[in-house]
């Protein structure tokens, strides 16, 4: 990993609700979720500092107050953060305008701008050389995916300028598409308009595009992830402590799953498949937990089976319940015997009675 200039700023955006992932985002924003055992951010700031990144300013808006807190000014990251908060959510065209307040680099200089979402293996040095080779106003890392018609496109041209944002469809011109990582020269984000709702995809970005700025494509086809929905935080957190993606904030070393202090798996039960067991929480003889996420306090009963999802803090899976691709709110019960699954929500501190299949998406 090769370190990308000096002093590197960058722009964080943390100000999204999250609603894809509730009932997991009610009480705590998406970026602060536990994931292999740390703030999902954690991953993100340890990532930008191996790359050269200094000083990070916070675009904060949706539980604007609970981010220092955990992360203070960053000086156990080695780095200076600085928050700055929204009033009102002013999209993220606008928060990267709001935040550039508090850059302190010169109008010439890339300013390295994150979705808060996001995991990735690509090179951020390689992103912002490629940038200053090329003078270019923004330069975007594109990912390619299976599946493009789930997502807007992004076509470039032969010189590997970007020729369009085009919105979801079900026939996509090309599998490429915004991974959630720019480069930005920083009076472009000065002459993004200042106090207003603006989409960098939708407004941003085609403007640009418009007045034959030079926007590029750094184009990457290594791991990535937007974390965005249980199945995919499950996923981020799973690959972590399997070791799929090596992050340096992560809390021991990859294995089958992972331990977080004060945690008691029973050497009756089976938890392999990436799980992180979050403190305190236990898993009792009889249980079989795969590829899933305890946060923290919960109890995994006798016999009971977790699969690909996620429980909430304090919550309990009671004897010979079985839960697959579920999320258990905090402090939930799902009484013995239940079968949960398809994508089933299970809202914070609902108790489930005894024995039933429950397909139903929110409960
Ligand atoms: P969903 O509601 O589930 O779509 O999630 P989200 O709110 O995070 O939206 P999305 O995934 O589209 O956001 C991409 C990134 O931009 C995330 O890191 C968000 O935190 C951030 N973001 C989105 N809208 C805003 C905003 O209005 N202000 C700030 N500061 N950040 C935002």
Same mark, same amino acid.
């Given at each position: 990993m090769?370190?990308?200039?000096p002093d590197?700023?960058?722009?964080l955006?943390v100000?999204g609700q999250g609603?894809r992932l509730?009932p997991?985002?009610l009480?705590?924003?998406?970026p602060l979720?536990?994931?292999a $055992?740390?703030?999902?951010l954690a991953?993100?700031?340890?990532k930008?500092?191996?790359?050269?990144?200094?000083r990070?300013?916070?675009?904060?808006?949706?539980?604007?107050?609970?981010?220092e807190?955990v992360? $203070?000014?960053?000086?156990?990251?080695?780095?200076?953060l600085?928050?700055?908060?929204?009033e009102?959510?002013?999209?993220?065209?606008g928060?990267?305008r709001?935040?550039?307040?508090?850059?302190t680099?010169g109008p010439?200089? !890339?300013?390295?701008?994150?979705n808060?979402?996001?995991?990735? /293996?690509?090179?951020?040095g390689?992103?912002?050389?490629?940038?200053?080779d090329?003078?270019a106003?923004?330069?975007?890392?594109?990912?390619e995916?299976?599946?493009p018609s789930r997502?807007g496109?992004?076509p470039?041209d032969?010189s590997?300028?970007?020729?369009a944002?085009?919105?979801k469809?079900?026939n996509?011109?090309t599998?490429?598409?915004?991974? $959630?990582?720019?480069?930005?020269?920083?009076?472009?984000?000065d002459s993004?308009?200042?106090?207003?709702?603006?989409s960098?995809?939708?407004?941003?970005?085609?403007?640009?595009i418009?007045? %034959?700025?030079?926007v590029?494509a750094?184009?990457?086809?290594?791991?990535?992830?937007?974390v965005g929905? !249980?199945?995919?935080?499950v996923q981020g957190?799973?690959?972590?402590?399997?070791?799929?993606?090596?992050?340096p904030?992560?809390?021991?070393?990859?294995g089958?799953?992972?331990?977080? !202090?004060?945690?008691?798996?029973s050497p009756?039960a089976?938890v392999?498949g990436?799980?992180?067991?979050?403190?305190r929480?236990?898993?009792?003889?009889?249980a079989?937990v795969?590829?899933?996420?305890?946060?923290? *306090?919960?109890?995994?009963e006798?016999?009971?089976?977790?699969?690909?999802?996620?429980i909430g803090n304090?919550a309990?899976v009671c !004897?010979?319940?079985v839960?697959?691709?579920?999320?258990? $709110? *905090?402090?939930?019960?799902?009484g013995?015997?239940n079968?949960?699954?398809?994508g089933?929500?299970?809202w914070? /501190?609902?108790?489930?009675g005894e024995?039933a299949v429950r397909?139903?998406s %929110?409960?």
């Amino acid at each position: 990993m090769e370190s990308s200039s000096p002093d590197l700023e960058a722009i964080l955006l943390v100000g999204g609700q999250g609603t894809r992932l509730r009932p997991l985002t009610l009480g705590t924003p998406k970026p602060l979720l536990p994931t292999a $055992g740390v703030p999902f951010l954690a991953h993100q700031l340890a990532k930008a500092r191996a790359y050269g990144v200094r000083r990070i300013v916070f675009a904060t808006s949706y539980r604007a107050s609970m981010f220092e807190p955990v992360f $203070g000014d960053g000086s156990d990251f080695g780095l200076e953060l600085v928050y700055i908060t929204e009033e009102t959510p002013l999209g993220t065209g606008g928060a990267i305008r709001n935040a550039g307040r508090a850059l302190t680099c010169g109008p010439d200089d !890339p300013v390295l701008v994150l979705n808060g979402d996001i995991l990735s /293996g690509h090179d951020i040095g390689a992103q912002v050389r490629l940038h200053l080779d090329r003078s270019a106003a923004v330069t975007l890392h594109l990912t390619e995916v299976d599946d493009p018609s789930r997502f807007g496109c992004v076509p470039t041209d032969d010189s590997g300028r970007v020729t369009a944002f085009l919105e979801k469809t079900p026939n996509p011109v090309t599998n490429r598409i915004n991974a $959630g990582c720019y480069v930005f020269t920083r009076s472009v984000i000065d002459s993004i308009p200042a106090g207003q709702v603006v989409s960098v995809e939708r407004e941003t970005f085609p403007g640009l595009i418009a007045e %034959d700025r030079p926007v590029l494509a750094y184009i990457d086809r290594t791991y990535w992830l937007d974390v965005g929905t !249980p199945a995919a935080y499950v996923q981020g957190s799973r690959d972590l402590v399997l070791g799929r993606l090596a992050s340096p904030a992560m809390p021991g070393s990859p294995g089958e799953y992972l331990a977080l !202090p004060g945690a008691m798996v029973s050497p009756e039960a089976k938890v392999h498949g990436g799980t992180a067991v979050g403190a305190r929480s236990v898993v009792e003889a009889g249980a079989g937990v795969v590829g899933s996420v305890l946060l923290d *306090d919960c109890v995994i009963e006798a016999g009971a089976t977790v699969v690909d999802s996620v429980i909430g803090n304090g919550a309990r899976v009671c !004897p010979g319940a079985v839960v697959r691709d579920a999320v258990i $709110g *905090d402090r939930a019960v799902v009484g013995p015997g239940n079968e949960l699954q398809a994508g089933i929500r299970i809202w914070p /501190g609902v108790e489930l009675g005894e024995c039933a299949v429950r397909y139903s998406s %929110d409960i």
